[in-house]
């Protein structure tokens, strides 16, 4: 499998220094130049059902990794361990919840609770042996942008990794209390992070551009690091959340009983659209799959862009109880893009950068886009909760549009809303959403609260969180990204 750049150029990369690349020539994205068949010749997904969660991980993954061996397939995947990674013992549960044909795929198991560990976990591994594979014998500098899930989990499961540097930037004002006490008492001497004062597209763009700054990768590279992402630009984290979907629909046949073929719907809260994006590649690699619903919060430039074919950044920005999807500039977006419009995705993209919008007029019905309001997420969550089962704001934004998705279309098909953090990283907006008032306490004591409220455990991975040390407490102007990585790098 060869890797090519979505903004065009023939170039071909292998998965392995695609992975430790990051990004793509151009400024572009790299996408695999075929999406392979998962299923046999008689499309049959037997093989798959059958599997549990690593090995199903090692088949997903295996045709897009070529050039590693089984062992080194194995070695990834080995970071789906129930108890010292994962607190379930299917990784990846499906829970039916919200109406008979309703599931929740919840992927916040791992040990920062979101669903950004079900790719971060590996990352390391993978990128160790791509590393290996390429040649590399510097260390690997690791910058990634946040809007709050994405940070934590880099920084927690490359702490302290040999051969590694991790650098995380969130906004400052743009991440839950939670997710920036997770981020700035991270442990381990290679783990730095810092708030930049702007939002997560600021963040996003200000490493975009330290990453095709020549002059800063050549000064690193002198100082013995090679650059690379842990955003969802890197095919890394795309390829290993390809695998959770397929594992959605092993257990809809062995736990709910769906007859294997029979198609059902996926509903995925969006920001950068690598979530999403996934599905779509599991749909392609032959996953039955009838509709993919694309849901947004109030910042509803993707179910705009589903609805229109418009896709335009140029409005009023909010800030909103589903902090990691407030964003405006979504970069895998590109990538879905490029495997519709090919060598056209480049001029669509500078589009974007001049104009701040471009126009599309090829999409085709496989992804539906809806968005739901605030009122909708928080009135969501408390009747969620009025039938026993407790979900996050994120994940409320997902069942919301599911639920005008399914009004509006009348499709009859099974749907399962990818469930993508713990409702205890939002516990202020989730104990609002339940008791209908809004609490005194502050977010930690707002854990409590919530446990008090619905009878669950506040999870282990947030314990103590309110009286660590802060470790990181950096803030600075997006203008001073730069300056901060060459004097800590250099
Ligand atoms: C990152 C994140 C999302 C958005 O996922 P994308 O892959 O960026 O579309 C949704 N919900 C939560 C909780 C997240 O952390």
């Known amino acids: ?124 591994a993978l990128m160790r042996i791509a590393a290996g594979k390429t040649g590399r014998e510097n260390k690997i500098l690791i910058l990634a942008a946040t809007s709050g899930d994405t940070g934590k989990a880099a920084l927690e499961y490359f702490a302290d990794k040999a051969g590694f540097e991790i650098a995380v930037f969130f906004p400052e004002d743009g991440v839950s209390a939670i997710q920036k006490k997770q981020m700035t008492t991270q442990r381990g001497g290679n783990t730095f992070a810092a708030g930049i004062k702007g ?65 059902i719907n996926f509903t995925v809260p969006t920001g950068n659209f690598g979530n999403i994006l996934a599905a779509y590649y599991a749909k392609k690699m032959g996953l039955p799959v009838n509709r993919l619903v694309c849901a947004s919060n109030v910042n ?97 934004v997902a069942y919301g549009c599911y639920k005008k998705y399914t009004a509006e279309t009348r499709d009859a098909s099974p749907n399962v809303v990818v469930a993508t953090a713990s409702p205890y990283k939002f516990a202020k907006d989730v104990c609002f959403a339940i008791s209908g008032e809004e609490t005194e306490a502050d977010a930690f004591a707002a854990m409590d609260e919530l446990s008090r409220l619905t009878g669950t455990p506040v999870p282990k991975a947030l314990n103590g969180l309110a009286g660590m040390e802060e470790r990181h407490a950096t803030v600075c102007g997006t203008d001073e990204m730069e300056d901060i990585l060459r004097r800590r790098y250099l």
């Open 1 to 124: 499998m060869r890797y090519f750049s979505t903004r065009g150029g023939t170039d071909a990369a292998t998965a392995s220094e695609a992975v430790v690349s990051g990004i793509a020539g151009g400024g572009g994205l790299f996408a695999p130049e075929t999406i392979p068949l998962a299923v046999d010749s008689s499309g049959s997904l037997n093989g798959l059902i059958a599997s549990d969660y690593r090995e199903l991980a090692v088949k997903i993954m295996r045709p897009y990794l070529s050039g590693f061996t089984g062992a080194e397939l194995a070695e990834c995947a080995a970071a789906y361990s129930y108890g010292d990674g994962f607190d379930d013992p299917d990784i990846a549960p499906l829970v039916r919840a919200g109406g008979s044909d309703c599931f929740f795929l919840e992927l916040f198991h791992g040990k920062t609770l979101a669903f950004k560990d079900m790719a971060l976990s590996m990352l390391p």
């Open 199 to 263: 939002n997560f597209d600021d963040a996003q763009n200000g490493v975009k551009q330290m990453f095709v700054n020549e002059r800063l990768r050549n000064d690193l590279l002198s100082a013995g690091y090679e650059l690379t992402s842990a955003n969802s630009i890197n095919v890394g984290r795309l390829l290993p959340q390809i695998v959770y979907y397929f594992y959605a629909y092993s257990q809809m046949v062995n736990k709910f009983g769906l007859r294997a073929g029979d198609k």
């Open 300 to 396: 509803n430039v993707l179910c705009e862009f589903f609805n229109t074919g418009v896709y335009d950044r140029n409005r009023e920005f909010y800030r909103t109880a589903s902090p990691s999807m407030d964003i405006l500039i979504s970069s895998n977006l590109e990538r879905f893009l490029y495997h519709l419009a090919g060598s056209r995705v480049a001029g669509l993209m500078a589009a974007l950068k001049e104009s701040g919008s471009f126009r599309y007029g090829g999409l085709t019905d496989e992804i539906a886009g809806y968005y739901a309001t605030e009122e909708e997420t928080m009135s969501g969550i408390k009747q969620m909760w009025d039938e026993g089962y407790l979900i996050d704001t994120h994940t409320s």
